[in-house]
């Protein structure tokens, strides 16, 4: 299968064309909030308004530094300028055509670390046995109380993990 790999997902080709119809939308939406023009826009960012145009009609993406110098313009991150709210049946059917012999080949802790930069450098400050002696508990104990498997356990420990962070945030 075709497609690039983000945040431990394989996205297919329908999936980033969605992606590129937001960014246009986004854009459109970012303009006219901000009360300017095609040609006021294009005019800031040394461009054509015909290539603003093609960035809403999503003809053609504008490149990262267009994308950096749009945001700072219309006063919004770029996360903000290129969001994009999947479907959950889209990610659902993204996530089952990944096959375990693929997910097994993908360092997912290099592959996070490149977002978040501590993954790549924990290992060597902090005392793991001690943690994963605590993890491996926890896990043994789902394992015998609700008659889990290993890897039920685990990912039912990691979602209250994600649950317990996502409440305290």
């Known amino acids: 299968m075709k497609g690039v790999i983000t945040n431990l997902v394989v996205i297919d080709t329908k999936l980033v064309k969605s992606i590129k119809m937001a960014i246009g939308n986004n854009l459109m939406l970012a303009r006219k909030k901000s009360g300017l023009s095609q040609e006021e826009v294009a005019n800031k960012l040394g461009v054509s308004r015909q290539t603003i145009s093609n960035w809403e009609l999503d003809e053609t993406i504008p490149d990262i530094y267009q994308t950096k110098k749009l945001a700072i313009l219309f006063k919004i991150s770029i996360d903000d300028l290129i969001d994009v709210s999947f479907e959950e049946k889209e ?48 896990i043994r104990d789902l394992e015998i109380k609700y008659s889990y498997n290993r890897l039920d356990a685990m990912l039912v420990l990691k979602d209250i993990l994600g649950h317990t962070w996502n409440k305290n945030v």
């Open 91 to 138: 990610i659902e059917n993204t996530i089952n055509s990944i096959s375990e012999k693929q997910q097994e080949k993908i360092n997912w802790t290099k592959v996070w670390s490149k977002k978040y930069p501590i993954l790549a450098k924990y290992q060597e400050e902090v005392e793991i046995n001690y943690y994963a002696q605590s993890l491996n508990a926890l």
